[in-house]
Structures are given as structure tokens and as C-alpha cells.
């Protein structure tokens, strides 16, 4: 049962609604009733009172791009452990993507997925289904009936669908639905077994590389494709320049095309290959300094609609082998807020509405659900984070079985203090 809560004195932050400044959040049968200043008489006899001096208080985060490995792979992640790292991390919406073992490609796996994250009782938890079937790129998966059971959107996430003719079929076909298809954007002729960034590091390393055309050739291909069918269509975890070029002359011809960013793209660079750490393999692999800067410069602009974790937890036995065998992906999930901090607001990219515009509003317009606001009547998701503490990313703290991260000993700032989920505290941190 929803408690009757009010937020006290905290500084509100709902881009959605152009609020930012120091008010109260009152909320009652887990809906928003008001944003502002909470009358005495507006409290009501019952009433837990949390008091949020000195902290920020924002929508829900939303991560519309994560792994949880259920079904077929628990032992990496399930969807109990990987919705507890959610709340922890502020989130209170994550969208599963489809590449789990099987493939989530029908209307019982979405249902599946769906009944998972109603039994952990944490965050809200949403699905894509593939776009074709086993991920394969040969015929369409069933979009219809995933999308009746509630599909998000549609994503082979880990493979770009090849085939033109394919991905135009899927594109008119989500249309019908008024779905969205998110695209792992990767040319694999361009891709060619490639491992890391191809550049003067992969060179130097030995290992082959994976031009940036394999990511910017897809995406202008797609783009042509949205052009003739006026589907909407969401690039996934853009990496290059080049990328970034495409999509601004996208939208700015008005096509229904939206982006992602994942941290470790605004964080790392190819040069962190160097020492065969398996923990920096990613994919897209992480590129150069010059597409670090287009990257931040595009979120700056405005261009980017979405960051994203891309949370992909792996075993520790698979990270350790070498470099072209592991497996690629970064368990991020609890440490995605100091990061994107440390990445866009220390060095003044974006100010704190443009960042929580990014992982509220932004990427709930992307999956077309109505979240990521404080509006009066909405759903009472509710982060509440004290910016300014400091303090050591240690992977050992993580609820995530996933310890696969590149960022143990790092030293950050900004922690969630609670998470709200629905009117109900899910997570609230120990001092």
C-alpha cells in the first residue's frame, strides 16, 4: 500500500514541466498531487514527511537500454538482482532488451519479462522484443502480438539487421503499431571479427579493428529507409562523429529519428584498450578522443535524447579470457549517476536540468511511455539524490551479480539517497 509521503525543501528538478527551484512534492494513492508549497492543512493527518534539504528531487530515472540475462543466463544477472541495482541507482523504469537465451521474440516472452519485474517489486520493468527471429536477421519476429503485450519497441540489440529489405518490412511494420525500432547500428562487412576502435591502437595491439563506417554506413542506410516509411526509428548507442553528423542532418530535415549515449562513450577512449583489459570491450568499442568531444558536443546541442547505461553483466570467468575471446559489454548500472556527473556536469556540458532531462523525460518520449515527470496526477516515481557527496566507486558494493566494470576505485560524486517507485520507497540509502 502507497504511503501518503511529502517531500520537504528539496531543490525540484521536472524539465518536463520547467521546474527548478527549492519546493515540496506531496504525494497520496502513489500519484503526484502537488508540486510547490504544502499547506499544513494540505498534509493530512497521515502523512510521512521526508525531509530533502540540500538534495535534488527529480522525476524517476529512466534507463530505456539495459541486460538482465533472464531469461537463460541467471548467473549473470536476473531480472530480481538486476531491478534492485535499478533502484539503487535512481532508476525507477529500465527497458530489458532482447538478446537473452531464448531470444524474447513472442508475446509469452515479453509476458514473461513483465511478470518478473511485477514479482521484484522494485522498478518498473519494460521489454523490446527482437526484430527478427533468434536475433537472425531472416524473417520478422511475431511485433504484433509482442507489441498487445506490451512491447516497448523493437531491437536485435547486439546485431544490426543486415538485410535493407528486412529492416524496411520491420520498420512498416512497427509503424502499425506505433512502435518504435531501436538499431544496433553495425555493418558486419565493415565490422569484419573487429574487437576494438580500428585506428593506430588496434595496429599497435595486434587486434582488428572495427571502423567507424561499420556504425555510420548502417545508420545512413536506416535513415533513408525512416525517409520513405516515416516510422520512428531510435539509434542505439551512437559512438562516432560521423554518427552524430547523420543525425543532426536527420532531425534536421524533420525525420522521426531519436538517439542514445552510453557513459562509457563519453568516458573512455580506445587508449584504454592498451593494457588488454577485456573490462574496456564493448560494442560499439569505445572510439577516439575526437569522437568523445562530438559525442559531449551533440548532448550539448541538443541532439542527444537519451543516455543510457547499457548494462551488461558478465562472468568474471568469461571476462578473463583474452582480449578476442571475452565477451563484450560494462556492468554500470549502480554507478551510472557519478559518471554521467562526472562526464556532462563537471565539465559543464549540460547544467542539472539538461542531464536530468536526459534520463527522465527524454528517453519516456523515446519508448512512448508517460513517465519522467512530476505533473499533478502522474505516477509518483521519484528520485531524490544528494549531489555533492564524494566518494569510491567499488564494484564490491554492487547488488548487481555483474562486476565486470571498468570503473572500481574511481572516485565520484553524486548518490541516490531514495527511490520511490509508485508512491512506495524501494530504495533508500543507509548513511
Not at 10 to 24: K, L, S, T
Not at 42 to 69: M, N, S, W, Y
Request: proline share 5%; hydrophobic share 40%; glycine share 10%.
Amino acid at each position: 500500500m502507497a504511503e501518503r509521503l511529502l517531500i520537504r525543501s528539496g531543490h525540484v528538478i521536472d524539465p518536463a514541466n520547467r521546474i527548478d527551484g527549492e519546493a515540496d512534492v506531496l504525494i497520496a494513492d502513489g500519484k503526484i498531487v502537488k508540486v510547490g508549497r504544502v499547506s499544513q492543512q494540505e498534509i493530512g493527518p497521515v502523512c510521512r514527511q521526508i525531509d530533502a534539504t540540500g538534495k535534488l528531487v527529480v522525476p524517476g530515472l529512466i534507463d530505456i537500454h539495459v541486460h538482465f540475462r533472464d531469461p537463460g543466463d541467471p548467473e549473470e544477472e536476473t531480472i530480481a538482482s538486476g531491478s534492485a541495482a535499478a533502484v539503487k541507482a535512481g532508476f525507477t523504469s529500465v527497458v530489458c532488451m532482447p538478446n537473452t537465451n531464448p531470444t524474447i521474440e513472442n508475446e509469452t516472452d515479453v509476458e514473461y519479462v513483465h511478470r518478473k519485474g511485477r514479482q521484484a517489486r522494485k522498478t518498473h520493468v519494460y521489454v523490446m522484443g527482437a526484430i527478427t527471429q533468434g536475433r537472425q536477421g531472416l524473417a520478422l519476429a511475431e511485433m504484433g502480438h509482442m507489441a498487445e503485450a506490451g512491447a516497448v519497441g523493437f531491437s536485435d540489440d547486439g546485431n544490426g539487421v543486415q538485410d535493407p529489405a528486412m529492416m524496411l518490412r520491420a520498420l512498416r511494420y512497427a509503424a502499425m503499431f506505433g512502435k518504435v525500432v531501436a538499431q544496433h547500428c553495425q555493418d558486419n562487412a565493415f565490422a569484419a571479427g573487429g574487437v576494438m576502435n580500428s585506428g593506430y591502437y588496434s595496429t599497435i595491439l595486434g587486434l582488428p579493428g572495427i571502423d567507424c563506417l561499420a556504425e555510420e554506413a548502417m545508420l545512413w542506410r536506416d535513415l533513408q529507409l525512416v525517409r520513405r516509411t516515416g516510422a520512428r526509428y531510435h539509434a542505439q548507442h551512437i559512438s562516432t562523429a560521423g554518427s552524430v553528423e547523420l543525425i543532426r542532418q536527420a532531425k534536421k530535415a524533420g525525420l522521426p529519428v531519436t538517439c542514445e549515449v552510453a557513459a562509457h562513450h563519453l568516458l573512455l577512449t580506445e587508449a584504454c584498450c592498451c593494457e588488454y583489459d577485456t573490462n574496456y570491450k564493448v560494442n560499439p568499442p569505445l572510439r577516439s578522443e575526437a569522437d568523445v568531444e562530438a559525442l559531449r558536443h551533440a548532448i550539448a546541442e541538443g541532439l542527444v535524447d537519451a543516455l543510457v547505461t547499457d548494462h551488461a553483466p558478465h562472468l568474471q570467468s568469461e571476462k578473463e579470457l583474452e582480449f578476442l575471446a571475452a565477451p563484450c559489454g560494462i556492468a554500470s548500472l549502480e554507478c551510472a549517476l557519478p559518471l554521467h556527473i562526472k562526464a556532462l556536469i563537471d565539465p559543464g556540458v549540460v547544467d542539472w536540468p539538461g542531464l536530468i532531462r536526459l534520463l527522465t523525460v527524454g528517453p519516456a518520449r523515446v519508448i512512448g511511455i508517460d513517465k519522467g515527470t512530476l505533473g499533478p496526477g502522474k505516477q509518483a516515481d521519484v528520485t531524490i539524490i544528494d549531489p555533492d557527496l564524494e566518494y569510491t566507486i567499488d564494484i564490491n558494493t554492487f547488488i548487481s551479480k555483474g562486476r565486470n566494470c571498468p570503473y572500481h576505485g574511481w572516485k565520484v560524486r553524486g548518490i541516490v539517497d531514495m527511490t520511490i517507485v509508485g508512491g512506495e520507497i524501494r530504495y533508500q540509502r543507509q548513511p
